[in-house]
């Protein structure tokens, strides 16, 4: 039985797009939380995962990828990414292994510099890095931009290097008792990860333009306890017919894989039965529409501020 004091706090995870911070999220939790894709700005809203050990209690907070906003939608994403620097006990600070401190890093850089929130670095992806000696002077430049920040080298994807992590942040937790029952993985409900699985799948079968133009609203859900059947009826939100033909797919095969992909990963994730009713519907311009970013909004999700 443990003698040390139980520690509990908050954990911010920041950093540029497709740095790998929903897959080190996962595997931080040991659950999906996040949906995951090679595609740049997939994360769009605050991502909640808990992580209970004997004698600590994590909340990790992951966030939307840093970047240039051109859109009313990305300019949320910004809010929330920016309200990440704040209120939490360490901001993990994410960066690809293989390139370092890149110009969107580098614009992280300052506000970590000169916060007053411990800030510990990591260099995630280092399995893609063929000369491991190459990561020496690209923990060197970024120790002389954020001096007091821990640096460690890790990969989300194999796990290398992630104990110490794990480690080191239940060490900087302040002590308190847990905020969530043990068993309790996430803040999530849901809505949120069927709309996000759904949209993930998209990801995976749309590229380029229309994987940002796409959204994924929950129009109505219906649970039958007694056959542990969840029905979800939902929309593919985006904003040109011919985008609108892409999503359908010749005969309708487009959709139809979207929604067969999303069914078995979503009732393994919540381990129901799932109907799942997906329609295709164009609202031009929604990226910019506040009234319809609010209602895209899956419900049991931290919501995009207006």
């Known amino acids: 039985m443990s ?8 954990v911010s995870l920041i950093g540029a797009p497709n740095v790998g911070k929903t897959t080190l999220l996962n595997a931080l939790v040991g659950r999906k939380v996040g949906i995951v894709s090679d595609t740049p700005q997939t994360t769009r809203n605050r991502i909640t995962g808990i992580s209970t050990t004997t004698d600590s209690q994590i909340i990790f907070i992951d966030h939307p990828g840093f970047h240039k906003p051109r859109f009313r939608l990305n300019r949320e994403m910004m809010k929330l990414t920016m309200s990440g620097l704040k209120g939490v006990d360490v901001i993990l600070f994410v960066l690809d292994a293989r390139y370092g401190a890149g110009p969107l890093d580098q614009e992280l850089i300052r506000p970590l510099a000169g916060g007053s929130r411990p800030v510990m670095a990591l260099l995630n992806k280092i399995d893609l890095v063929p000369h491991k000696p190459d990561l020496i002077p690209r923990m060197a430049a970024l120790h002389t931009k954020l001096p007091e920040a821990d640096i460690y080298p890790v990969s989300a994807r194999t796990g290398e290097g992630l104990p110490e992590v794990a480690s080191a942040l239940a060490a900087r937790m302040p002590e308190g008792p847990p905020l969530f029952p043990e068993d309790q993985w996430t803040t999530q409900g849901e809505n949120f990860f069927v709309a996000e699985l759904v949209r993930e799948k998209v990801l995976a079968s749309c590229r380029d333009e229309l994987s940002y133009a796409v959204a994924v609203e929950i129009v109505q859900t219906q649970e039958d306890e007694a056959k542990n059947l969840l029905s979800v009826h939902a929309r593919l939100i985006c904003e040109k017919d011919g985008q609108k033909a892409i999503l359908i797919g010749k005969g309708g095969a487009m959709v139809r894989d979207i929604g067969t992909a999303a069914r078995r990963e979503i009732e393994d994730l919540l381990g129901v039965h799932l109907f799942l009713n997906l329609q295709v519907k164009v609202i031009p311009g ?9 209602q895209l909004t899956p419900s049991g999700s931290d919501d995009l501020e207006s």
């Open 3 to 10: 003698t040390s004091p139980h520690t509990c706090g908050f």
């Open 286 to 294: 929604w990226r910019n529409n506040p009234a319809v970013l609010r």
